[in-house]
């Protein structure tokens, strides 16, 4: 089956700091999503980015999906951007998303 | 706009017993999936329900069961809970009619965490 996998695991920054976070699949996908874990479990949705690039405030996100990656902008970080962020996957011939192990970001202030 | 939400949000249940899980879509949406989320793990695929039906099975062992109802909310069932099954569940809705197979943007749930001692 098709493989998601994130880089890095973990990520410590500095408040204000940028950062890159990079999901890469082993398949072709037609939907891409990025969400945020927050420390209640809850999963936020980010981006619906099967292709192209989208931006949202400080987030952006660009999905090269000839080359089968995706990148997630965060820029000036808070620690309010704390928590994990998971990429996720789905195919034409399947119902379900798979989702990448996640990257585990802490913020200091 | 109502966004999806479960009950209940934390259980504490005993190994062999019975437990359901329940869903309420997004508004507008008609489709539910439920997935398992393992500490420190992304989350698994369980299943998807459309038109009251069963569409698609994740590795799940046939103890974990499902049901939509014909409002589109949905319910997970899972006999002779182990240890490990020991996880945060969180359910996802879709609209598939609107966007078609394979092309919907899932939004998910706060999650019910569920304790098995």
């Known amino acids: 089956g098709i493989q998601v996998e994130q880089s890095p695991p973990d990520l410590i920054l500095q408040e204000g700091a940028n950062s890159t976070l990079r999901c890469n699949f082993s398949?072709?996908?037609?939907?891409l999503q990025w969400f945020h874990q927050n420390p209640w479990g809850q999963l936020i949705n980010l981006f619906y980015?099967?292709?192209g690039t989208k931006q949202n405030g400080r987030l952006s996100a660009t999905t090269v999906a000839t080359e089968r990656y995706s990148l997630l902008y965060i820029s000036s970080s808070q620690t309010t951007d704390s928590g994990v962020y998971f990429c996720?996957?789905?195919?034409?011939?399947?119902?379900?998303?798979?989702f990448g192990s996640g990257t585990r970001l802490l913020v200091r202030p | 706009d109502a966004g999806v939400t479960q009950s209940p949000t934390h259980l504490i249940k005993t190994r062999g017993q019975q437990v359901t899980l329940r869903c309420s879509p997004k508004?507008?949406?008609?489709?539910v999936s439920w997935y398992q989320q393992a500490l420190g793990q992304g989350p698994q695929f369980i299943f998807q329900?459309?038109?009251?039906?069963?569409?698609q099975r994740g590795n799940f062992p046939d103890r974990f069961s499902g049901h939509q109802f014909p409002n589109y909310s949905s319910e997970l069932n899972v006999n002779a809970l182990l240890l490990g099954d020991s996880a945060l569940y969180l359910c996802?809705?879709?609209?598939?009619?609107?966007?078609?197979?394979?092309?919907?943007?899932?939004?998910f749930g706060q999650g019910t965490r569920l304790t098995v001692v």
């Open positions: 996802a809705s879709t609209d598939m009619w609107r966007q078609g197979v394979g092309n919907t943007e899932a939004f």
């Open positions: 398949d072709s996908v037609n939907n």
């Open positions: 980015i099967p292709s």
């Open positions: 996720a996957v789905g195919m034409d011939s399947s119902y379900k998303l798979i």
């Open positions: 508004s507008g949406h008609d489709t």
């Open positions: 329900y459309y038109e009251e039906e069963e569409r």
